[in-house]
């Protein structure tokens, strides 16, 4: 072969090969990474990659989305208790008062079911330290002296009782076994004045009636 056939061969390109990813950019600026860099970066976004695509498959939120969400239910959870830590709020409206106090009325009973089941005149004659009086009004009398005519005004106090932090640790502290152990707990408790579930009822039908 000639002088001029031979770099003429020489010139010709190779057999085609992929470009590494960044070999442009590399070629460009004059830098080249390091052969742990790359194949390191290569790794990293393959493992995002794969991870992106198993959360896709299964369902999972990212957790960026779930952080905020988990948030708004624990300051939900936590508000509904905390608005149980004393009576509702009155205001100059009567009709606005009785709206408050069966929205309170409720979020009670309902704390209380959750825990330990719908009550019954002879869940209530159960408990420990309470009194039973049958006649025309069955009267069920609380530890602390305060006399209820409904058992839905107890399940409001029960209610009440668990939204108190004390009423928290103690639970935390004694794990109730079940519904049964969990009124055991609660039936001690003292009825809060402020937001004596009897007295409010009595003023409720007051609002109800001006409303």
């Not at 624990?74 to 009576?87: D, M």
């Not at 029960?158 to 932090?165: D, K, N, Q, T």
Request: glycine residues 10%; positive net charge; contains cysteine.
């Amino acid at each position: 072969r000639s002088a001029a056939s031979t770099a003429a061969l020489a010139a010709l390109p190779g057999p085609a090969s992929a470009a590494a990813p960044g070999a442009e950019v590399e070629a460009a600026s004059g830098r080249k990474r390091s052969p742990l860099t790359a194949v390191g970066a290569a790794s990293a976004a393959a493992a995002a990659g794969l991870s992106r695509r198993k959360q896709a498959e299964e369902g999972v939120e990212s957790t960026a989305e779930v952080g905020p969400a988990r948030k708004r239910g624990r300051q939900a959870k936590e508000g509904a208790s905390a608005t149980l830590l004393g009576p509702p709020h009155e205001t100059a409206d009567y009709g606005e008062n009785y709206r408050a106090y069966v929205k309170w009325q409720d979020e009670a009973v309902q704390a209380c079911r959750q825990r330990c089941g719908k009550l019954g005149g002879k869940e209530v004659q159960t408990l420990p330290g309470w009194t039973f009086h049958a006649g025309t009004f069955a009267k069920y009398i609380s530890p602390c002296g305060v006399e209820f005519r409904y058992v839905m005004d107890i399940e409001t106090h029960f209610g009440c009782v668990l939204a108190r932090p004390e009423t928290a640790a103690r639970i935390k502290r004694e794990k109730p076994d079940g519904p049964g152990a969990m009124l055991v707990l609660l039936a001690g408790a003292k009825v809060d004045e402020r937001a004596n579930p009897v007295k409010l009822r009595n003023r409720a039908k007051t609002w109800k009636a001006q409303s």
